[in-house]
């Protein structure tokens, strides 16, 4: 029988070892996997190489995980929204690396990793900065930057519901990074809001097939994550 | 007089077509919604995987998993959408997107665009500013004509690190309306009491004035459309 | 205000052209456009590149289109399907041309079309003669095979519901090819089981969102699709 | 004596571990559903889009949007899913499918398959034949030992197109199992009454025998398992 349900974030986060790469779902609060990243500041675990759209926020969650010291390189591409501050004071003093990557990029390469693929041509970031050294064609006329795919140790994201085959039901903006990230794991965690019998997801409404997701908790929402209205 | 924020976000309103596919940026462009004539049918884009998007969330109401790509409280018309990162972006890099309306720091008379980094700013991000400037082919840009110390912001040529080469097709500001064409920039409104010498005068690149060239038609006492003494 | 829907298949498919290429989603039954396919057949259009997973069954649909002498290239990953008789006919007699991509490799072209990217390496196929003739390269120590997007002038599918904004949701099987087609056809042409008013679709069930389709035409089950059992 | 269809179909499916995602090919893979112990949770996958997929549906409950690949009605089980085709394939390609068990024409010693292209066939086709053999880490090939011309179809090296090379880690026969290992062919188990000599002469390329190398057990009354005479 497959069960993927565990108890607790900290056994999710047991086997997460020194220098892993890791993948932060979630764009802003939905989807932010904000649980188990306070697992992962409990064990300790060091010299970590995030991907994620943002750098953090306060010092909380990615955040904190920063503040701590943790983290030694971050992909994103917004690592300058204003609550990245443990983010923004290392990277100023140089003890923290940046690889800087439009959101659309981001998000694709990460699907390539999930998807099997070598790379891609894509027209953003041609003839910007950004494409500084990156290899181009031009592909009908048109200029292109080549993108490799972005691969991770662990995965980390939140979703609404899951049963015990990992089966993911996001809600509203909550699907943003996490679908594609559960694909480019190599071991995927989730955190969800409910847990649900096997059966509880209609087929039509998986998002992240079980296929893709290896552990998961069921957590309620932080206390920093309040619900401000009854969802709809 | 210049036009005031809301000034310029109304302008910008009149021209969005019905049945368009539109992006906003932070800013101005966030007030374009406002001003939108309810004869026309316009959805927006989230690039955090909402495409219907209605007004924000009246307070006591928010959602806390429904929020722009600004993190803020947003609510759905009916006939919106959810999907996740990939298919956003494949909305707005494959072209499906019509529109983005989004700020600038400068805008070259070729129409390379200049809006991610910011001079001095130590910490650099881009979000989804490239992807919206490489994918959508109308780009156009609402900010005001000149810095807060009166330096052009229309130019030459662009000193700012490049978002996009050749991409703005039309910049409104708090002055005029100008056209990005294959021949140069084109001046086709000005702000009311505005010249186009004067337009001309706060512009770094040489303009074009165009014949049929008039004055904005801002209603003066529209609901939150003030001018401002220019 | 926006309104694809249109009142017949023939008004749908007015606008496409002699030498068009043209993409056909469904894969079997489920997600085939059967009726804008007969409706196609009547307006006479010739010379047309088609891009589906198989090369049509029978003497219906695209089977019919092709026995009609209206098709002058087929890229499909299985027209050696049984049913294909028309096709084959002709592919044997050098009557038409085809260009034959694993079905993998088939759906990611398509979607890459629909997404702006300009090619991607995959592995399928590297070493064997489907890569003929193709740009290699070693990523990671694995080999790759560089494909190209697959572009189409019109884009043909089938649905479940619709709205007169263009949103779309399948049913079981039916999604396919279906969703990269709508984004990779330059025009988009819809055919629903069912029109619903506009929120007649959750935000969460829209598979196809509206702006990928540009027209869509209510056409109750081709008499040729019966329905076996009742839909759950 | 050689086993039957339903005899490799059953081998096979004892080797599927519990918690696996497998894809089945067509001919005898199709079986292999049949003969899982019901102790073992495995889920089937379609490449049209289908994760957890049942068994066949019972003639008057077909639903028309639910076919498999080989366009037979099949029914879902609690806990799949639906999904679209480049998801579809990102599942095999991106080596999330744990198994796929496929028919195949040859097998070479190194692991390279031959099983898309017949010889003769004068209208090719692929499928998804390619995707499964180069994404899947575990490919498994159900044939029989010998072409019905009585020639081997485990070989040195393929005459055959290839489907993808050195792809192949096991192979189930109608007389023996073989491990494709990177020391070359490894018989570790051969069919009731069959003799590894047997299996050698019907193989044109060496086999090693595995120390443990044993009689397949396959028990002989199990339902729809019958044993063939030789």
Known sequence: MIDKILKTCDQAVEKVFDGATIMLGGFGDPGLPGQLLEALRRKGVKNLAVVHNGAGAGDWALGGLIKDGRVRKVTASFPNNPGAIAFQDLYLKGQIELELVPQGTLAERIRAAGAGLGGFFTPTSAGTELANGKEMRTIDGREYVFEKPLHADFAMIRAHKGDRLGNLQFRKAMRNFNIAMAMAGAVTLAEVDELVPVGGIDPEDVHAPGIFVDHLVHCPRHPKLVEIGPPK | ?230
Chains 1, 3 share one sequence.
């Not at chain 2, 650099?124 to 400037?133: E, R, S």
């Not at chain 2, 807060?148 to 996009?164: D, F, M, R, S, V």
């Open chain 2, 1 to 230: 007089m210049k036009l005031t924020r809301d000034g310029i976000a109304y302008r910008v309103a009149c021209d969005l077509p019905d049945g368009s596919y539109v992006n906003l940026g932070i800013g101005i462009p966030t007030l374009v919604s406002s001003y939108l004539s309810r004869e026309k049918e316009v959805q927006f884009h989230s690039e955090n995987g909402i495409l219907g998007m209605g007004p924000m969330a009246a307070p006591g109401t928010e959602d806390v998993d429904l929020i722009n790509a600004g993190k803020q409280y947003v609510t759905m018309l009916p006939g919106g959408s959810f999907f996740d990162h990939p298919m956003s972006f494949a909305m707005i890099r494959g072209g499906h997107i019509t529109h983005t309306v989004l700020g600038a720091l400068e805008v070259a008379a070729n129409g390379d665009l200049a809006n991610w980094r910011t001079p001095g700013e130590k910490v650099p991000g881009v979000g989804g500013a490239m992807d919206l400037a490489f994918g959508i082919k109308n780009v156009w840009i609402t900010m005001t004509h000149v810095t807060n110390k009166g330096k052009p912001k229309i130019l030459k040529a662009c000193t700012l690190p490049l978002t996009a080469p050749r991409c703005v097709k039309r910049i409104y500001t708090d002055m005029a309306l100008i056209d990005v064409t294959p021949e140069g920039l084109l001046l086709r409104e000005v702000a009311p009491g505005i010249s186009t010498a004067d337009v001309q005068a706060n512009t770094d690149a040489p303009l074009r004035v165009a014949k049929e060239c008039r004055e904005m038609a801002i209603p003066e006492n529209i609901r939150g459309v003030a001018l401002a003494a220019a």
